[in-house]
């Protein structure tokens, strides 16, 4: 299964850092709110909890969504959409669509929340294109940092809160 929980973290960390900069000037302005959008297809080698094979794949995804900065705080929120296909060797393979919501806020003093919830429903085939069954992830992510050294980016030391649950089911 496809988790791109460093994607999320890394964009969590991209949007602060940019909000972090743009806070330096702006703290009497009019609150600001900004679009997001950039879809990447990539290729990649999975070895699927369910069947235990290693396929090779290709994934697009695209991350859209929204932030709103109003010179103390920056608040996003947006979705992260994945199409895969995974083939095994023994002909088998999985299509899937999946969605991650995903929101977070930074402040001016170095704080920084971010939530995400997963749910991957994908369809797993025989070689001959009968289905097998449904493969399901189910993920959900809370972390919260303080920047004590204002890099921006989450270090080991500055986790005050973490929570990470993952659930698989195979046909």
Not at 23 to 28: E, N, P, W, Y
Not at 84 to 111: A, K, L, N, W
């Amino acid at each position: 299964m496809i988790l791109r929980q460093l994607s999320r973290t890394a964009l969590c960390g991209a949007v602060a850092t940019l909000g972090l900069a743009g806070l330096a000037g702006t703290a009497s302005a009019q609150a600001t709110v900004r679009t997001f959008y950039s879809q990447e297809t990539f290729t990649f080698v999975d070895t699927s909890i369910c069947n235990g094979m290693t396929g090779t794949g290709t994934n697009t995804v695209t991350d859209s969504g929204r932030f709103v900065d109003n010179g103390q705080t920056i608040a996003f929120h947006g979705l992260e959409a994945q199409t895969y296909r995974v083939d095994y060797p023994d002909g088998s393979y999985v299509i899937s669509t999946t969605p991650t919501h995903f929101e977070g806020v930074s402040t001016m003093r170095g704080q920084f929340e971010f939530t995400a919830a997963q749910q991957d429903r994908g369809t797993l085939y025989a070689a001959d294109g009968t289905v097998i069954g449904t493969v399901s992830v189910f993920t959900l992510t809370h972390t919260t940092w303080r920047d004590l050294n204002g890099n921006g980016q989450p270090d080991p030391g500055e986790f005050t809160a973490t929570v990470d649950q993952f659930r698989v089911t195979c046909p």
